[in-house]
């Protein structure tokens, strides 16, 4: 069965330093894997997806993530953050033996001091 | 402009009424989806459409209940038998097929219950 784990709920950085969002999945298949980005009070908007054509996916706004199926991790990353990227971020698989149902992890809570 | 559209923004509802809420989406999507989204746990899968006139119970379906009677509208009723409605709530739509499994998501309605 497929599930997601975020390994940190809240993460703080300074304006214009490099962002680290860690997630590690589990799964039975060769997984679909997202980020997505949620500001307050709004839905959930599209980062990035990977689909095993490439390890490195580049997504919006500056963000990129790494497939690393032998540590089972899809780690986002940003390398100079903006105060617009304050934001909740969720990391999430594929279910696709259930129709490609998605399942979210928990969700991290980025801060960005200025 | 497509897109998916809810509403309203903000509900409030007494305790042991039931309330409807609306998604709409005009991408063309034969899929539809409402998750229920509480602080630190991530998004829930409530109930899913792949298409018009069928639909299924996701992972918390108890107390909510679903109608798809055409392609565009998946409206949501909270039922007096919810124990807990108090959430916001997200409505999602995708294509149906092998590696359509991206969801695009609504601006979510954010219920209280008096």
């Known amino acids: 069965a497929q599930s997601v784990t975020q390994l940190d709920s809240h993460v703080s950085v300074s304006e214009g330093t490099p962002v680290l969002l860690r997630c590690n999945y589990s799964?039975?298949?060769?997984?679909?894997l997202f980020w997505y980005v949620q500001h307050p009070n709004k839905g959930l908007q599209l980062l990035l997806k990977?689909?095993?054509?490439?390890?490195l996916v580049k997504g919006i706004n500056g963000f990129e993530a790494e497939f690393k199926k032998s540590e089972t991790s899809f780690h986002l990353t940003k390398p100079s953050a903006h105060m617009s990227d304050a934001a909740e971020y969720f990391c999430?698989?594929?279910?696709?033996?259930?129709?490609?149902?998605?399942?979210f992890g928990a969700g991290t809570i980025l801060r960005v001091k200025s | 402009d497509g897109g998916i559209t809810q509403s309203p923004k903000y509900l409030f509802r007494k305790e042991g009424q039931n309330v409807t809420l609306s998604c709409e989406q005009n991408?063309?999507?034969?899929?539809m989806y409402w998750y229920r989204q509480d602080p630190g746990q991530g998004l829930r899968l409530i109930y899913y459409?792949?298409?018009?006139?069928?639909?299924q119970k996701g992972d918390i379906a108890e107390g909510y209940s679903v109608s798809r009677e055409k392609k565009e509208s998946f409206p949501l009723t909270v039922t007096s038998a919810q124990k807990n409605p108090t959430a916001f709530y997200l409505c999602?739509?995708?294509?149906?097929?092998?590696?359509?499994?991206?969801?695009?998501f609504g601006p979510g309605t954010r219920l209280t219950v008096l």
């Open positions: 999602a739509s995708s294509e149906v097929g092998v590696g359509t499994d991206t969801q695009y």
């Open positions: 990977y689909t095993s054509a490439a390890t």
């Open positions: 799964s039975s298949y060769s997984p679909s």
């Open positions: 999430v698989v594929s279910r696709r033996e259930y129709g490609n149902k998605l399942v």
């Open positions: 991408l063309n999507h034969d899929a």
């Open positions: 459409s792949q298409i018009v006139n069928d639909f």
